[in-house]
């Protein structure tokens, strides 16, 4: 059995126990421990709560080096452990919905809440169904009115498909960056057709093409004369 005092340090328990049997079917069965002790993870309640806090913020491994237990009981502690959090926090549904992907080994949705300016939830992926699935067990969803996104199809058709009534806005974010893309590609195709001297010229040329308008200076504006 394991245990951990405080403070952290890994101990093994010896737990005497008596075992019974029945009179009437002659079965056996041991006597109960569950005061004190887990006996699904062999170890104490105490450093099951330990493990179940400490996985949220350290890596598997360190925990196991750290109390005993191995690797794969302590995923299965965290997994039990978010299973149980999951049936008992309730994020209130937001207004404004926020919809976009973020790269954690691979690209998730990822929803916000943006007038909060909070974390709604990340999901395993960012398909058409899965955000689908999830929209449809949100309470409330009547309450969002607007669903501002990236420009992946997916997340669209979901919200069409689960939100029919709200109002879909692509983030400005996503608008100013394709915007940028595009300006850099045509800058380059531009320069390709120059003389190595009006290149010269043209020296931090992409500064000024991103700088705002009321911020050039006049030297700037005649550079930017000549790409315009
Ligand atoms: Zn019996």
Redesign the pocket.
């Known amino acids: 059995m394991y245990g951990l005092t405080y403070p952290r340090k890994r101990v093994g328990l010896l737990v005497k126990r008596q075992r019974y049997r029945?009179?009437?079917?002659?079965?056996t069965f041991w006597e109960r421990l569950d005061y004190t002790i887990d006996e699904k993870r062999n170890c104490t309640k105490r450093l099951l709560s330990y493990i179940e806090k400490q996985s949220l913020k350290r890596t598997f491994v360190s925990i196991s080096e750290d109390v005993g237990l191995n690797e794969k009981t302590i995923r299965n502690i965290f997994r039990d452990y978010i299973k149980r959090l999951e049936e008992t926090l309730r994020f209130e549904t937001p207004k404004w919905l926020g919809i976009d992907e973020i790269h954690i080994i691979k690209p998730r949705c990822v929803l916000t809440n943006i007038e909060e300016r909070t974390l709604l939830d990340v999901l395993p992926n960012r398909n058409k169904e899965t955000v689908v699935r999830y929209l449809s067990r949100l309470p409330n969803t009547a309450r969002i009115a607007y669903v501002t996104m990236d420009m992946w199809q997916p997340h669209k058709d979901a919200v069409k498909a689960v939100l029919p009534k709200a109002i879909i806005i692509v983030d400005k974010f996503h608008v100013v960056r394709m915007a940028n893309q595009a300006l850099e590609t045509i800058r380059k195709q531009l320069r390709e057709g120059l003389s190595p001297k009006v290149r010269r010229g043209l020296m931090h040329d992409r500064f000024i093409l991103l700088k705002r308008h009321k911020e050039l200076t006049e030297m700037d504006k005649i550079t930017l004369d000549l790409w315009t």
Do not use: G, P
């Open positions: 029945c009179r009437e079917c002659s079965q």
